[in-house]
């Protein structure tokens, strides 16, 4: 019985670790599962990009004058919505993880949202390009 015993515990140290290393290598099926979902929602509300958007002065947020005359009261910024974004995960069976999901997301729309302001003139010079050499 006690080699019995020991048997055991070396098929539950040998089942242990063939999952972590499963895990580790990106083959364990319920990790795939959930990778997959939260790509897929992620990617989803990043193409919708749902937004309400606020104004504010130019100077108030950068202390500069700006040429750009977008509307009367300076620039915009986005203000996310953060129960709708979070209502997405949950709908989505990830309702554990949904507000850091939430708040990733936002954290990703904001990136988003500061490129395209930055390099958003050269971004669109070369998706033109690249739409351009497409067509071809």
């Not at 709908?91 to 990136?111: K, W």
């Not at 971004?123 to 690249?130: A, E, G, T, Y």
Request: with cysteine; glycine share 2%; proline share 1%.
């Amino acid at each position: 019985t006690n080699d019995d015993e020991h048997d055991d515990v070396d098929f539950d140290h040998e089942s242990l670790r063939n999952r972590t290393v499963a895990v580790l290598r990106s083959q364990d099926p319920v990790i795939a599962l959930l990778n997959r979902r939260v790509k897929d929602v992620v990617s989803s509300l990043l193409q919708r990009h749902v937004t309400d958007c606020t104004t504010f002065p130019r100077e108030m947020g950068t202390g500069r004058r700006s040429n750009n005359n977008n509307n009367a009261s300076g620039t915009t910024t986005t203000k996310y919505n953060r129960e709708l974004i979070s209502n997405e995960f949950i709908r989505s069976r990830l309702a554990f993880y949904a507000n850091e999901l939430t708040e990733a997301t936002i954290h990703a729309m904001r990136v988003m949202d500061l490129c395209w302001r930055i390099h958003g003139d050269i971004m669109d010079r070369i998706l033109v390009v690249i739409e351009a050499t497409q067509l071809e």
